[in-house]
């Protein structure tokens, strides 16, 4: 648990899916006040990176170096956690990819997870509410089936986090990405944002909200949206920082994906807020 000293208002900055894209995150961070080069954070500040660091840019090896050296500089300050693309070198190979990283990333990705500094879950109790972060999103149907319904996003990272360490297969559980038939309790590594993740929440009164990368409701490319007409209706984009706000009853679901690929977005930004206590994970 990381405390802050009289004075400074702490402040947490989620960064969505990087895949590869070492310059963008560089970018980023000296955005934010940090120093790439040197692994310093400014001490206000807490980073929660919500996985996908690797795959599709051309420098995944040296986007896991980095983030490796914040995650041993200022533990409790850089929060990791895992996407899909880096479960499938934690044994979920449950979609092809050939392009593969080298065995020292691969090696340090698995260590991380054995360690326990690569997590499925943060909460973050904020000035504008309490959230929870995950990869892809927590689905209706897996906080009820999988995690008896918790009331805050604490108690739901904890849970997360605790079938994470347990070695539960089912934080990875796919859904329609995979081809499978959509599903209202698809995982938090896999849930689709525009026809599982937001739909899911249509009949039930979320209990806090939430952060989310993996994959987006819009397009960004086209700027055209997906998902059913009750998707789009309560949805707003923001393109300059390729953020997305579905307003649900009881409260918000904020992509921050910005679907880096080859190249990476020529906007982006983390989405931030002012905490009033510490990230829980």
């Not at 402040?11 to 894209?21: L, M, P, T, W």
């Not at 790439?36 to 795959?55: K, M």
């Amino acid at each position: 648990m990381v405390r802050f000293g009289i004075g400074v208002t702490p402040r947490v900055a989620v960064i969505g899916d990087v895949h590869g894209q070492l310059a963008a995150l560089r970018y980023e961070l000296v955005r934010l006040g940090a120093d790439p080069h040197t692994g310093d954070l400014p001490d206000d500040l807490t980073v929660v990176q919500v996985g996908d660091i690797v795959h599709r840019g051309p420098h995944s090896g040296g986007v896991v170096m980095l983030i490796d050296r914040y995650l041993r500089e200022q533990p409790g300050r850089w929060i990791q956690l895992v996407g899909n693309h880096e479960a499938f070198y934690l044994g979920d190979r449950s979609f092809v990819w050939t392009d593969r990283v080298d065995g020292d990333t691969a090696t340090t990705v698995q260590r991380w997870w054995a360690e326990g500094s690569m997590h499925v879950a943060a909460a973050l109790p904020t000035t504008v509410g309490d959230y929870l972060v995950t990869h892809a999103g927590l689905t209706a149907g897996f906080w009820r089936a999988a995690l008896d319904m918790p009331t805050s996003a604490a108690n739901a990272a904890t849970a997360l986090n605790r079938l994470g360490a347990g070695g539960a297969r089912k934080v990875f559980r796919p859904g329609a990405m995979l081809g499978r038939r959509r599903s209202g309790s698809a995982g938090p590594v896999w849930a689709d944002a525009a026809d599982e993740l937001v739909p899911s929440w249509f009949q039930a009164q979320m209990p806090f909200s939430q952060v989310h990368g993996h994959c987006t409701v819009t397009d960004w490319d086209t700027g055209l949206p997906r998902g059913s007409d009750e998707v789009k209706a309560n949805t707003i984009t923001n393109p300059i920082a390729r953020h997305e706000v579905t307003t649900l009853r009881g409260g918000r679901i904020i992509g921050i994906d910005p679907c880096h690929g080859a190249a990476a977005a020529p906007l982006w930004a983390a989405w931030e807020a002012a905490l009033v206590g510490p990230v829980i994970t």
